[in-house]
């Protein structure tokens, strides 16, 4: 299947998500009616702000403080230490285990021009396996690496809710040019992606709270536990980093546990196999026999299920909408929030690679 098929009906209404939707987001308690504005006959579409967790900008009290650079920081297998200051670096990034990816091209360990064109690894990490909030990159095509950043560029690729903290492409796009994003691309494009995702269906989720772009346990180490609490998994996604100061030291080995509601992967792979709908929007049709990616397709099996989540709700919005995007908008035109997050555990909870293998763990 050809990846630029014709725009048709794909209504750019991106511009009308105003300011004012912008701020009914930041207001909203869990549902907030984006697409009351599209203009087809699509059943309407509100935009869930937990799928996009923003924590709230701190009261501005002075400068911050600086971080330390005295104590040497560790994680587990690796023989290296950095401090916190050496974490933080965005333009020489820490790197746990260099033997585990070829050396990176200069753009990936120290990014473009200053203060905005950060080290791709620095978010992405050296080995391409990202975090939740941003995106993995290893094993994506390396002409769609190029061509999400010309999007992310030209604002045809934004996020669902404005208020989400995912800007930092948008001025990351602007502050490298082509040579530095093609060196960039072609190294991610060789790594394999790693899988680090657990997939739990629950009726109960341990409680959470975000921190930054990202739930964190409410424990106050981090770590899984219910001892501060559950509370009913209400037919969210939550993804949460097994420890968070393993996430906040940049570990790229960190598992994370993503919960969904109970017979959610079920259903997903009866959405995903039998197509949302049809037979012609069946995801292997396009994304592979196992979800691998095919050609320009990206893969998606195995990569992180609340991004998974929060694209096909950029999709559905109109919010991306560069030209390959309009592939996709017949898939998620009749999506629920609940059949995306249904197909966010199915495709979240398969192997990211060959062979198949599964995680998937049920509670008790
Ligand atoms: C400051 C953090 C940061 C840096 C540095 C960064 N990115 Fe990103 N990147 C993000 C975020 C956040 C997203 C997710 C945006 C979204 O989905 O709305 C993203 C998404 C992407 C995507 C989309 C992937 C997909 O699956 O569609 C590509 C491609 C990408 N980045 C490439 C790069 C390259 C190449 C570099 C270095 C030249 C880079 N990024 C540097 C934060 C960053
Ligand atoms: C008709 C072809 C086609 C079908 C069917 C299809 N996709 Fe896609 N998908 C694409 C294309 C093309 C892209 C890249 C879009 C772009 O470049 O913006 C994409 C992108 C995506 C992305 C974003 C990945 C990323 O790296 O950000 C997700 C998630 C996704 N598809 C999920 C699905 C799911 C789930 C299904 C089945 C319910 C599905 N797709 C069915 C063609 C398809």
Request: proline share 11%.
């Amino acid at each position: 299947m050809s990846i630029s098929a014709p725009i048709t009906h794909r209504p750019l209404f991106w511009p009308r998500l105003s300011a004012v939707s912008a701020l009914a987001l930041l207001a909203a308690p869990r549902l907030t009616p984006l697409a009351a504005q599209a203009p087809s006959a699509k059943p309407a579409f509100a935009v869930p702000s937990w799928a996009f967790p923003t924590a709230p900008a701190k009261p501005n009290t002075g400068p911050a403080p600086r971080p330390d650079s005295v104590v040497l920081q560790h994680v587990p297998n690796s023989t290296r230490a950095f401090t916190m200051k050496q974490v933080g670096n965005a333009f020489d990034i820490p790197d746990w285990f260099p033997e585990a990816h070829p050396p990176m091209p200069a753009p990936a360990q120290y990014g473009g021009t200053r203060p905005n064109g950060r080290a791709c690894g620095f978010c992405h990490l050296p080995d391409g396996q990202g975090r939740p909030e941003n995106s993995t990159l290893s094993g994506l095509p390396a002409a769609y690496i190029r061509q999400q950043v010309k999007a992310f560029r030209d604002s045809t690729r934004l996020a669902a809710n404005p208020a989400a903290a995912t800007n930092s492409m948008h001025l990351l796009a602007r502050s490298v040019t082509d040579d530095e994003v093609a060196l960039a691309a072609d190294y991610y494009a060789a790594l394999r992606l790693t899988r680090r995702n657990i997939v739990r269906e629950v009726a109960q989720v341990p409680k959470t709270h975000v921190e930054g772009m990202l739930y964190a346990y409410d424990r106050v180490d981090g770590t899984a536990d219910t001892s501060a609490g559950t509370e009913p998994i209400d037919g969210r996604l939550i993804e949460v980093p097994v420890s968070f100061a393993r996430h906040e030291l940049r570990d790229p080995t960190v598992p994370y546990v993503t919960y969904v509601p109970v017979g959610s992967i079920a259903r997903g792979r009866r959405l995903a196999t039998r197509g949302p709908a049809g037979a012609a929007t069946t995801c292997t049709v396009c994304h592979g026999p196992q979800l691998l990616g095919k050609d320009l397709v990206p893969p998606i099996a195995g990569r992180s299920p609340s991004n998974i989540l929060r694209q096909l709700m950029n999709f559905r919005s109109g919010a991306r909408h560069d030209s390959a995007s309009v592939t996709m908008a017949p898939v998620v035109e009749r999506l629920t929030v609940s059949d995306m997050v249904s197909l966010a555990a199915y495709v979240g909870s398969l192997a990211p690679s060959a062979p198949v293998r599964r995680a998937v763990l049920h509670s008790k």
